[in-house]
C-alpha cells in the first residue's frame, strides 16, 4: 500500500508497537457507541493494522444506574453489545459491569432490568464467566442520612454483588 506518512515508511513492527501504545490504555475504557479513537478511522492501512489491538490491549466498563423514569437509557449499551463484531468482542480482555442503585426515602432504585439485559446480550455474544467483572454498589441518594453505618453501607453493597455475581453465574450456566 502506498501511504505517505512517515509512520508507514518505519519498519511494521515499530509501527505496530508505536500503534498500540497509541491505543492501549492504563484504565477501562466507557463501552459505548461511537467511542473508538479517530485513530482507528485515519486509514484503511491503519485500521486493518490496528483492527483488534483497541480491543485487546484495553478493558472496558459498563455502568448501569438506578434510573426513575420510563427511559430505558441501557438499550443503547445493549444495541452495540449486539452490534459489535464478534472478533473484536472476544478480543476484549476484561468487560467491567458496574451495577449501581439509589435509595430515597420510600424506594431503593435498583436497574435490575437494565442489568439483566446487559448480561443477556454478553452471554448471547459469547462473553465468558471470567471475561465478566461485576460491581456493585448501592448509592444513598436524597437522604444520606438513611444510611446508618458505614458498616451497614458496606453490607449492603457486598449482598447486591453476591446477588449480582450470582446472576450471571447462573446465566453463563444455563447458555
Same mark, same amino acid.
Given at each position: 500500500?502506498?501511504?505517505? $506518512?512517515?509512520?508507514?515508511?518505519?519498519?511494521?513492527?515499530?509501527?505496530? !508497537?508505536? /500503534?498500540?501504545?497509541?491505543?492501549?490504555?492504563?484504565?477501562?475504557?466507557?463501552?459505548?457507541?461511537?467511542? !473508538?479513537?479517530?485513530? /482507528?478511522?485515519?486509514? $484503511?492501512?491503519?485500521?486493518?493494522?490496528?483492527?483488534?489491538?483497541?480491543?485487546?490491549?484495553?478493558?472496558?466498563?459498563?455502568?448501569?444506574?438506578?434510573?426513575?423514569?420510563?427511559?430505558?437509557?441501557?438499550?443503547?449499551?445493549?444495541?452495540?453489545?449486539?452490534?459489535?463484531?464478534?472478533?473484536?468482542?472476544?478480543?476484549?480482555?476484561?468487560?467491567?459491569?458496574?451495577? !449501581?442503585?439509589?435509595?430515597?426515602?420510600?424506594?431503593?432504585?435498583?436497574?435490575?432490568?437494565?442489568?439483566?439485559?446487559?448480561?443477556?446480550?454478553? $452471554?448471547?455474544?459469547?462473553?465468558?464467566?471470567?471475561?465478566?467483572?461485576?460491581?456493585?454498589?448501592?448509592?444513598?441518594?436524597?437522604?444520606?442520612?438513611?444510611?446508618?453505618?458505614?458498616?451497614?453501607?458496606?453490607?449492603?453493597?457486598?449482598?447486591?454483588?453476591?446477588?449480582?455475581?450470582?446472576?450471571?453465574?447462573?446465566?453463563?450456566? $444455563? !447458555?
Amino acid at each position: 500500500m502506498n501511504n505517505p $506518512s512517515p509512520l508507514y515508511r518505519l519498519p511494521a513492527e515499530l509501527r505496530n !508497537e508505536i /500503534l498500540r501504545m497509541a491505543l492501549a490504555s492504563d484504565t477501562p475504557i466507557e463501552f459505548r457507541p461511537g467511542n !473508538e479513537p479517530a485513530l /482507528l478511522h485515519t486509514s $484503511s492501512q491503519t485500521r486493518e493494522e490496528t483492527r483488534l489491538v483497541y480491543w485487546a490491549e484495553n478493558d472496558f466498563f459498563i455502568t448501569i444506574r438506578g434510573v426513575t423514569s420510563t427511559s430505558e437509557p441501557y438499550q443503547d449499551t445493549v444495541d452495540h453489545i449486539n452490534a459489535l463484531d464478534i472478533h473484536k468482542f472476544r478480543a476484549i480482555p476484561k468487560i467491567i459491569v458496574r451495577y !449501581e442503585a439509589f435509595r430515597t426515602r420510600n424506594h431503593d432504585y435498583v436497574p435490575r432490568r437494565a442489568f439483566h439485559e446487559t448480561l443477556r446480550a454478553l $452471554s448471547a455474544k459469547g462473553a465468558t464467566y471470567q471475561q465478566v467483572v461485576i460491581e456493585s454498589d448501592i448509592a444513598p441518594r436524597f437522604e444520606p442520612w438513611r444510611i446508618h453505618s458505614p458498616a451497614m453501607q458496606i453490607e449492603r453493597n457486598r449482598m447486591a454483588q453476591l446477588s449480582a455475581e450470582e446472576d450471571w453465574m447462573l446465566l453463563c450456566e $444455563s !447458555e
